[in-house]
């Protein structure tokens, strides 16, 4: 982004791993603004605290969208769960530009006390620029700890107790891949396209609220900068 309003409209798709549970969609309006020392990102504000050609350090404060409706589920073991909401995060974010891509890692803490967790993630973004368009290639792994997986895809003695499956609390980690597509015919347009594939490994995979071993999560957006 560069300094100026950016406006429009950004959407998803996530198709999720919990069992027999109806594909989940949003909108939202989509702002930027980015003036190198403080940025708004959709869904992502922060503060640069060191930002110049190879190195951006950022305090960051961004929208987990992950949740879990009893009622989006035709499965009747998962129906006598309780619900498990989105939240803000909190924490911070550290990208190296090299010549042969960026690598970032992030560490953040849930700042609403929904699952009281932490997330971590390492990752690489590509380019490969041509006038009119720009494909990033990505991937990545995030680190769940023990609270923020066990909130999203555990289940609780009690809850056991009620839907017949069994116990489950452990951290996890899921390994992704993600290429973005930003198609600009004009300057100030910008229509985004991003499919992200995750991967449940170890325990995740074997959560009792999940009926397959990967996820599909598909972003798009139209903006226009002032």
């Known amino acids: ?25 949003s909108a939202l309006p989509y702002i930027g603004y980015d003036n190198s020392y403080v ?6 504000a922060g503060v640069y605290l060191i930002n110049n050609d190879t190195n951006q350090l950022k305090a960051r404060w961004w929208y987990l969208d992950n949740e ?15 619900s498990r909401h989105s939240t803000m995060m909190g924490g911070l974010s550290y990208q190296k530009i090299t010549p042969v891509g960026a690598f970032n890692s992030e560490i953040s803490a849930d700042t609403l006390n929904e699952s009281r967790g932490l997330l971590a993630t ?15 290639p990505q991937v990545g792994v995030d680190w769940l700890n023990k609270q923020q997986a066990s909130y999203y895809y555990g289940v609780t003695g009690q809850e056991s107790t009620r839907s017949g499956l069994a116990v489950w ?25 991003q499919p992200k594939l995750t991967f ?27």
């Open 39 to 44: 940025y708004i990102d959709g869904t992502e």
């Open 1 to 25: 982004m560069a300094t100026g309003i950016t406006l429009g409209l950004q959407g998803e798709a996530n198709f999720t791993p919990y069992r027999q549970y109806d594909t989940q969609y």
């Open 169 to 193: 609390s452990h951290q996890g980690v899921t390994p992704w891949l993600a290429i973005a597509f930003d198609w600009h015919p004009i300057k100030p347009l910008h229509i985004v396209l």
């Open 200 to 226: 449940l490994t170890g325990a995740l995979r074997d959560s009792p609220m999940t009926d397959q071993s990967y996820y599909w999560v598909l972003s798009s957006g139209v903006t226009w900068t002032f």
């Open 122 to 136: 390492v990752s690489w973004l590509g380019q490969v620029s041509s006038d009119q368009v720009d494909i990033y």
């Open 68 to 82: 879990f409706d009893p009622g989006k589920s035709s499965d009747k073991a998962l129906r006598q769960l309780r």
